[in-house]
Every structure is written in C-alpha cells, then in structure tokens.
C-alpha cells in the first residue's frame, strides 16, 4: 500500500470516528433537561463543554474532509502557499497540514 494510500486510509478512519463523536455530542445537547434547576444548570454547564468540544470535532472534520480531497486531486503535501513540497516530519505530525512550516 502507497504511503497516500495508507494515509488515506487512516484518515477515512479517523473521519470515521468523528463523525460518530459528533454525532453522540449532538445527540446529548439536544435531550431534555432536568425540571430540578440545580441539576440544570449543572447541565447546562456540561453542554457548554460539549458544545466546545464539538465545534473542535467539526473543525478537524472539515480539515481532515480537505486533506482528503487534497489526496484526491494529487495537492496533498505541497503547500498552498508557496507550491513547494510540504516537510514528511510536518505531515507526520499534522496530516491535514496545507503549508510548509515558511508559509504558516
């Protein structure tokens, strides 16, 4: 298997994976509440929690969604910036990574 092609693979899963996260963090924001107050605003706090931590799985769903189609159109691992190739070290650490340490 190609390195794009195992790349592709673990990022299909990790999309995967946060979809369903989200999906669970959705799910738990919009269940009724408790009628006790004390308990609702106990609960309200957790759904602010939530509700953060699922903008943070939709934001790196739509980044690894771009790496994705950038494995695609034959772009993954050259910058957007300045079009050279993007270091192996910063897309190991930072799959979705669009520019070269430079540019960022």
Known sequence: MSGHARLKAQLE???????ERA???EDGLSSPGSTDWEDHATESEDDEVMASL?????SEIH???LALS???SGHYGTCVGCGQPIA???LAALPFATT???CA
């Open 13 to 19: 899963k990790k999309l995967s994976e946060l979809l």
């Open 100 to 102: 070269c340490i430079r």
């Open 54 to 58: 699922g903008d943070l799985t939709r």
């Open 88 to 90: 192996t070290e910063r």
């Open 70 to 72: 950038r494995i695609e």
């Open 23 to 25: 999906s669970e963090i």
């Open 63 to 65: 980044e690894i969604r």
